[in-house]
């Protein structure tokens, strides 16, 4: 029996906040890797450095070594140099490599903290930065052409043989690189416990093997590869860490550190196993380095992330910039301002001293110096620290959730979100007068604040049926109620 019909349409891919990321075997092909790479290729080609080269990094997910291959294949027909990770790394290290070696851009093959049937393509600029939207564009340019088309590759070992392959392992180099900025040996003398959870992902090991050789004590939970990443999304929020919260709560840590599934964000919990939410991380890594380091550059954070962020400013004479969502904003605005730190309401934190990227690892580096100074200096346990942090930059009551609407309903749903809240905005919500409506620079959604700086954010997805809701409120009561107020925005 002969099958007729048309090709099947190539798929149209739309780099989002941090890279593409797709269902592996629908949209997630070799074929469609191929196509970013070229993309990739071609940016590089046009700016005429070739030479420069190209690193490439994978995670623990599902064929992550062989979809970096195939991207690398391609890089190759283009007398493009590849750097490969011998193994998988937190995405982070690509950064780090390129900003070493003085690559034209890096290219990591994962999907972040998404469910574990995706994968994903992060782009790196020459700078360790997310690519920013210039980038994304030439790239996207090309996807719109080479769909359907046959895309030059050259064999990875043939290429290997030739010498346009360098295998590297960034650990030792990290570790140098950290210990400008850090005092890893301080680090490791604490006579403290913690515990680690890199939720199975690529940031395994990463944190004991930095701290290992001293008194500190480190037990690490779910360090082998599992793509199916235990049943939970490798995202450090609740409720994929309460296994590691309850284990803090039955006692004998200090402290608790967690990675998402390619380690280049940060969660924490204290010693009763309550949960520090990523917004709190954000204000007390900013008072960290206000407070205990002195510094004094600007912060970039999110559009929805912390007021805590404006509250330190004002305390600490420190300049605060808001971004659009997604570290393809931050790392550049952290650039162009000198910048000590970026961060994202998600748990993202770059810092200028370092890398103008996201680092799970370096954060929770950096929020285990400081609960170590706060002890010196007489707030200890980590929440009594951190009942001193809220003295000084205020409530935080924070919490997200994702409205999920029919697909067929979606357009209007988001046509009237957009252009109705446009034209007609709350005057109030949860029974509190709204002082001041914020649309975002991206154009997807609103930001409307209460007089106490309690806010509520609603942001519609560009990718999936869903508009997310964010809130951040000076009480518990208030952050749920605001909740409630959004969602009713959303279903109308």
């Known amino acids: 029996m002969t099958l007729t019909g048309r090709p099947p349409t190539p798929t149209t891919i739309v780099f989002g906040t941090d890279g593409w990321r797709a269902r592996v075997a629908d949209e997630f092909t070799y074929e469609n890797v191929r196509r970013c790479a070229d993309g990739v290729a071609a940016y590089v080609v046009e700016r005429g450095e070739q030479a ?16 970096g291959i195939a991207a690398a294949e391609v890089l190759l027909a283009h007398d ?4 490969y990770s ?5 995405t ?12 034209a851009a890096g290219i990591v093959i994962t999907a972040s903290h998404n469910p574990w049937m995706d994968n994903g393509f992060k782009v790196k600029a020459a700078t360790g930065a997310a690519a920013g939207p210039e980038i994304l564009k030439a790239i996207e340019n090309r996807l719109a052409a080479n769909g359907g088309i046959g895309i030059d590759r050259r064999p990875f070992a043939d290429a290997e043989a030739a010498g346009l392959v360098e295998r590297f392992d960034p650990f030792e180099g990290y570790e140098l690189f950290v210990r400008r900025t850090l005092d890893l040996d301080a680090l490791k003398s604490a006579e403290v416990s913690i515990l680690v959870d890199p939720m199975w992902g690529a940031g395994a090991g990463w944190i004991s093997r930095l701290l290992s050789g001293g008194r500190i004590r480190v037990d690490e939970i779910h360090q082998e590869r599992n793509p199916f990443f235990g049943g939970v999304n490798p995202e450090p929020i609740r409720p994929n860490v309460d296994e590691a919260l309850g284990r803090l709560a039955g006692g004998g840590y200090d402290l608790g550190l967690f990675l998402d599934g390619d380690a280049d964000r940060a969660g924490a919990g204290d010693e009763r196993g309550t949960f520090i939410h990523q917004l709190q991380v954000t204000g007390l890594l900013m ?30 004479g420190i300049t605060t910039y808001e971004t659009p969502v997604g570290f393809k904003f931050i790392g550049p605005k952290m650039i162009e301002t000198g910048a000590m730190m970026g961060a994202e309401e998600s748990g993202g934190f770059g810092f200028g001293m370092h890398l103008p990227e996201r680092d799970g690892v370096y954060a929770d580096l950096m929020l285990l110096d400081l609960f170590l100074r706060e002890r010196v200096a007489g707030r200890w346990p980590v929440s009594r620290a951190i009942e001193h942090f809220h003295e000084i930059a205020g409530a935080s009551y924070y919490l ?8 067929a309903a979606y357009p209007e749903t988001k046509r009237r979100l957009l252009v109705d809240l446009a034209a007609e905005s709350p005057t109030e919500l949860a029974g509190q007068p709204v002082a001041r409506t914020v649309a975002l620079d991206t154009g997807d959604g609103f930001k409307f604040f209460l007089a106490d700086r309690s806010w509520l954010l609603i942001r519609a997805s560009g990718t999936e049926p869903l508009v997310r809701v964010y809130t951040e409120a000076t009480s518990a009561d208030l952050r749920d109620a605001l909740l409630v107020a959004g969602e009713r925005l959303v279903r109308g």
Do not use: W
Not at 303 to 311: D, E, G, I, Q
């Open 52 to 67: 420069k080269g190209v690193v490439i990094a994978y995670d623990r997910r599902f064929s992550s070594e062989a979809f």
């Open 80 to 83: 493009i140099p590849v750097a």
């Open 86 to 90: 011998v193994q998988a790394v937190p």
């Open 92 to 103: 982070q290290m690509c950064s780090y490599e390129v900003v070493q070696r003085g690559a």
């Open 287 to 316: 008072y960290y380095l206000a407070e205990h380091r002195e510094l004094r550059e600007p912060v970039v954070t999110s559009v929805n992330n912390t007021s805590m962020a404006a509250r330190l400013g004002e305390r600490y």
């Open 400 to 407: 997200r959730i994702d409205v999920h609407v029919e697909r």
